[in-house]
């Protein structure tokens, strides 16, 4: 298994410019989660879909939008980049509710100029 | 909602040493502390966690321990080694179960 994949690894984005983050597991997981890190920050997160079909804001969802693809597949778009949104960010996935590990794909590491 | 503070930012420590790392909880119905490590560069990894019905859990090194009335929960790690050196988050599970607030993080640094 590949657990958690997301392309692209790195992008630069110049202000006002659009993008979308993709994030695919083959875990068969239900749940997935789009977080963002700052340097020397934790994790805040963004969007999540608890199962497929639906998607809810989490603690910053302002600039981002959000589509759960099907099970599989879960991305994350940026309609018109801000510096402000140069971050690492990282997608998630558990296999069901409370107590669940979650996993982390690689991240992708964002500049918006 | 949840919000969940972490203590320190950063920790210093010889080799051998002991490191512990402590965090605080709001929301009193959370159910499930995660702890989870990051390697610069890398995707954090979960190490260990615990549940609200526990009040403590050992994985050789590592262990955690839980005070639900203090809302509070610390990760130990004994006997360290320069590989611990990475910055470690701890994390509290929603009421609903299925979201995760993390804390700030520790940067543990084990000096040879």
């Known amino acids: 298994n590949a657990g958690v994949t997301q392309t692209p690894k790195f992008q630069v984005l110049k202000t006002g410019q659009s993008m979308t983050l993709q994030c695919a597991q083959d875990m068969n997981h239900n749940s997935m989660y789009w977080y963002r890190q700052d340097p020397g920050m934790g994790l805040r997160l963004i969007y999540y879909?608890?199962?497929?079909?639906?998607?809810d804001k989490g603690e910053v969802p302002n600039g981002y939008n959000v589509s759960r693809l099907n099970k599989r597949e879960f991305s994350l778009r940026l309609e018109s980049a801000a510096p402000s949104q140069t971050s690492v960010y990282f997608c998630?996935?558990?296999?069901?509710?409370?107590?669940?590990?979650?996993?982390f794909g690689p991240g992708t590491r964002l500049t918006v100029l | 909602g949840e919000n969940v503070e972490q203590h320190p930012s950063t920790l210093s420590v010889q080799e051998g040493d002991s490191a512990v790392i402590k965090c605080t909880y709001s929301?009193?119905?959370?159910?499930?502390f995660p702890w989870y490590k990051q390697e610069l560069g890398k995707r954090p990894q979960l190490i260990i966690d615990i549940r609200s019905n526990v009040g403590e859990k050992k994985d050789q090194r590592i262990a955690v321990t839980l005070n639900k009335t203090a809302k509070h929960f610390s990760l130990h790690i004994t006997e360290t080694q320069p590989e611990d050196s990475a910055v470690y988050f701890c994390?509290?599970?929603?009421?609903?179960?299925?979201?995760?607030?993390f804390g700030g993080g520790t940067r543990v640094l084990v000096k040879p």
């Open positions: 879909s608890a199962s497929e079909g639906t998607t």
């Open positions: 929301d009193s119905a959370s159910n499930y």
């Open positions: 998630a996935s558990i296999s069901g509710g409370a107590g669940d590990t979650q996993y």
């Open positions: 994390a509290a599970s929603s009421a609903a179960g299925n979201k995760l607030t």
